[in-house]
């Protein structure tokens, strides 16, 4: 389109008659329809004006969130702009959610597991901090699950540490002290 | 509905396969959420105790593929609930209240009363009061079977698997110890001869 006249551009248009001179010196957003005694290229085209080429595609971008959606939200744009925005609300709260809730569920499974050896799960845990094991929950609990004599093995350990804890703590000083509870220094 | 926050049971991802690039394709057990039965014995028992062994069985908190969506909760028969025992003067003083939804129909009975009436009650009250308030209460409270006596059907003897040992170890009463027990005893004063034994 290279005749096409630019309202935008005052300075560098060929003004081809006077309904195109009119056209150029009218202020941005008045109507630009002319009188047809002024009119001098009447194509239809440039009177029908594309508010936005792209709404379909912007409707898409939020509709796509939303297509597991119950009811009309998953169809209908404006009520599934409100449940997408609720539900990207809640994906993100849910992000420091997970975190807690994955913790109390591996320390669930590893109270279970070491209370099948015969330990509680704060005894465990403290006694393999004790002995320097410094396996995270995370860990632990996909042992008491996959390997389970390891954490058998895990569980003899923090027991037998436990035992060492109390001997040194009520014996005062005849026996000697155990083997895990020596302190290791790493240098 | 929407995203969920969560995360799906890890109990699933079991069957499927290893969770963990690391662990080389796990050993699949397929028996792994078969449902257990087990047998507590409520003889002299406190029902407390008994009903939080229970609860801990129904729910599946006791295997470490628990998770609370993956329906990984056993059976429990409870036996001789007839016999349970209440420590210190809870018979008279324990109260269990209710509504019937009517005016004027508020009832409160003791626990020696309840039990009266309904030897299972007690236990069952416990139980269903120590388990998680949700939906799967009702499921949970399906599968534990209460007997007041030890006459337990014949479907339910041919599924159990495990006794659990009893929380409580019951003392013994004084007819129950032998004569040369009671004389081995050692004794801690010896009354002198115009002592007068009431």
């Known amino acids: 389109m290279s005749a096409g006249p630019a309202p935008s551009a005052p300075g560098g248009v060929r003004a081809r008659g006077r309904a195109?001179?009119?056209l150029l010196r009218r202020r941005w957003g008045e109507s630009t329809l002319l009188p047809r005694s002024l009119m001098v290229f009447l194509s239809l085209s440039r009177w029908i004006r594309s508010r936005g080429p792209d709404r379909y595609w912007r409707h898409q971008e939020v509709l796509q969130h939303a297509r597991h959606f119950r009811g009309r939200k998953n169809r209908c744009y404006s009520l599934a702009v409100r449940a997408v925005r609720r539900a990207f609300f809640y994906s993100t709260k849910a992000k420091k959610l997970k975190k807690r809730n994955m913790r109390m569920l591996w320390i669930s499974r590893i109270a279970a597991g070491s209370r099948e050896h015969g330990l509680k799960y704060p005894a465990l845990i403290s006694n393999l901090i004790k002995c320097q094991v410094e396996l995270n929950r995370k860990v632990l609990a996909?042992?008491?699950?996959?390997?389970?004599k390891t954490f058998k093995s895990l569980a003899a350990l923090a027991k037998r540490r436990r035992e060492e804890g109390f001997s040194?703590?009520?014996?005062?000083?005849?026996?000697p002290t155990g083997i895990f509870s020596r302190i290791v220094h790493s240098d | 509905m929407g995203v969920r926050g969560g995360f799906p049971p890890d109990g699933f991802r079991c069957r499927t396969?290893?969770?963990m690039s690391s662990f080389t394709k796990a050993a699949q057990q397929w028996a792994s959420f078969s449902r257990m039965w087990y047998l507590i014995d409520a003889k002299m028992q406190p029902p407390g105790k008994i009903a939080a062994m229970c609860s801990v069985r129904l729910q599946g908190k006791h295997k470490p593929?628990?998770?609370a969506l993956s329906d990984c909760g056993d059976h429990v028969v409870v036996v001789n609930t007839r016999h349970i025992a209440f420590s210190g003067n809870k018979w008279e003083q324990k109260v269990y209240s209710s509504h019937s939804g009517y005016p004027g129909g508020f009832k409160q009975v003791t626990a020696a009363q309840l039990h009266q009436k309904d030897?299972?009650?007690?236990v069952k009250l416990a139980i269903y009061g120590m388990l998680p308030r949700n939906l799967s209460r009702r499921t949970m409270m399906q599968r534990l079977h209460?007997?007041?006596d030890e006459i337990i059907p014949d479907e339910i003897l041919k599924n159990l698997v495990e006794e659990l040992p009893q929380p409580r170890q019951v003392p013994r009463r004084l007819n129950e110890y032998t004569r040369e027990e009671i004389n081995a005893?050692?004794?801690l004063w010896t009354p002198p001869d115009d002592y007068r034994m009431k």
């Not at chain 1, 996909?142 to 389970?148: G, S």
């Not at chain 1, 040194?168 to 026996?175: F, P, R």
């Not at chain 2, 030897?119 to 007690?122: E, G, L, N, R, V």
């Open chain 1, 168 to 175: 040194n703590a009520l014996g005062d000083g005849s026996e």
């Open chain 2, 119 to 122: 030897p299972i009650a007690i």
């Open chain 2, 185 to 187: 005893f050692p004794r």
């Open chain 1, 142 to 148: 996909d042992l008491a699950i996959y390997e389970p």
């Open chain 2, 146 to 148: 209460l007997f007041p």
């Open chain 2, 65 to 67: 593929i628990y998770h």
């Open chain 1, 20 to 22: 195109e001179a009119g």
């Open chain 2, 17 to 19: 396969g290893s969770k």
